[in-house]
């Protein structure tokens, strides 16, 4: 992803590593496909070419450009009764993969792929912000019990994800027993809430 001033370029042809099939982002197949708002990345030259959209060069502004996904907190698995709150991550996430975490008062946004990833069981996810990911607001599997209160989730899938596959507000696979109370999901490129396949064992 490439980013001038804080705002995302389009981009023209390249992939990404996580289902490129589902995909539907890119635009263009080569350097002479570039329009006003994107950018190229020529991997054989290792070379980043940026056409903005008032035709300045990129020196009389801040460009910010990464690759891959970044996680800027993680819980991890084998973690309890861990707190993070009041905090703001830009061009990452969270992941939330221990037992008994809780997350409150996070305001995130930028993330290449998901906002709050949430993987472990007894979480709760309080009065926070997942907008304007790339591919959905938040995300998560297999959990127990997990409580999310009082959250939002817009602008996000901005990265043109297949919407039948995973993007949107939130979607979570093989979930039980969780609450979802006071959720805001709005303007998203997808579904809202989505609960998928079924449930899972505690």
């Known amino acids: 992803m490439t980013f001038v001033d804080g705002k995302p370029l389009n981009q023209i042809a390249g992939t990404v590593e996580k289902n490129p099939e589902r995909w539907n982002g890119s635009k263009g197949e080569c350097l002479d496909d570039m329009v006003k708002g994107s950018f190229f990345y020529d991997e054989k030259e290792s070379k980043l070419y ?3 959209e008032d035709d300045e060069t990129p020196d009389k502004h801040m460009v910010e450009t990464y690759s891959g996904e970044y996680r800027g907190i993680l819980i991890g698995r084998k973690l309890g009764n861990i707190t993070v709150k009041d905090v703001k991550l830009v061009y990452c996430g969270v992941a939330v993969h221990g037992n008994y975490a809780v ?3 996070v305001e995130q946004s930028w993330a290449p792929f998901v906002g ?3 993987a472990g069981k007894h979480c709760l996810i309080l009065n926070s912000k997942f907008d304007w990911n790339g591919n959905s607001g938040m995300g998560g599997y297999e959990g127990t019990g997990t409580r999310i209160v009082d959250c939002q989730t817009n602008h996000n899938n901005w ?4 919407g039948g596959w995973h993007a949107g507000g939130v979607k979570f696979i093989a979930s039980d027993s969780w609450v979802l109370q006071g959720h805001k999901s709005a303007y998203n490129n997808g579904d809202g809430i989505w609960f998928d396949i079924g449930r899972a064992h505690p």
Do not use: I
């Open 159 to 162: 990265r043109m994800w297949s």
């Open 116 to 118: 709050c990833h949430v």
């Open 50 to 52: 940026a056409w903005l």
């Open 103 to 105: 997350v409150e008062n």
